[in-house]
């Protein structure tokens, strides 16, 4: 079975609520998802599964938020060669830097070497409607297919 890893960092719960949806849909799909919060993970671990999905808010001028600030530091040095990887994340749209995290997230993701397979997928705020709510599901939909394509 496909094991996959699925982190997330969330201060009210908006990109938890996507988090929720994705590991939904991929478990449809008969994959093992592992989802904890990405403060304090051991990035090590990483590379004992077959994909990785990782989900932020964005603090400050588009930045990521403090508490996942070393663990993007440390990811970089993780050997992720052509690990399956996606990135999701909430933001607001009155920010110039909407959901710059995602975009954070994929330059250091694509430099541990990992394999974007989807599209980063943003949302404002929480999955309101269910257009937003769909957004999530074929993400990892997405996921899914590449994460199979490839074993
Ligand atoms: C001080 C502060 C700074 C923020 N900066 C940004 C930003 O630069 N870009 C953005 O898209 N959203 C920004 N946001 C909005 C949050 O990312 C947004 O509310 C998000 O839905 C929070 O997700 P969470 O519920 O998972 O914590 C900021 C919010 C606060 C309070």
Redesign the pocket.
Same mark, same amino acid.
């Given at each position: 079975m496909m094991r996959i890893c699925l982190l997330y960092?969330?201060?009210? @719960?908006?990109? %938890?609520d996507m988090a929720i949806i994705i590991k939904k849909e991929l478990e449809k799909e008969e994959i093992e998802v592992v989802m904890e919060e990405m403060d304090g993970y051991e990035v090590e671990k990483l590379t004992e599964f077959n994909g990785l999905i990782l989900g932020s808010?964005?603090? @400050?001028?588009?930045?990521l938020p403090y508490e996942v600030e070393e663990f993007e530091e440390e990811l970089v040095n993780v050997n992720l060669t052509r690990i399956p990887a996606a990135v999701f994340g909430? @933001?607001?749209?009155i920010?110039p830097?909407?959901? %710059?995290a995602v975009a954070i997230f994929e330059e250091t993701l694509k430099k541990a070497g990992a394999v974007l397979v989807c599209n980063g997928l943003k949302n %404002?705020? %929480?999955p309101k409607n269910e257009a937003e709510k769909e957004a999530c599901r074929h993400f990892a939909q997405q996921f899914s297919i590449a994460l199979k394509e490839r074993v």
């Open positions: 960092a969330s201060m009210s @719960g908006n990109t %938890e808010y964005t603090w @400050g001028d588009g930045d909430s @933001g607001d749209r920010y830097s909407y959901c %710059e %404002e705020f %929480e």
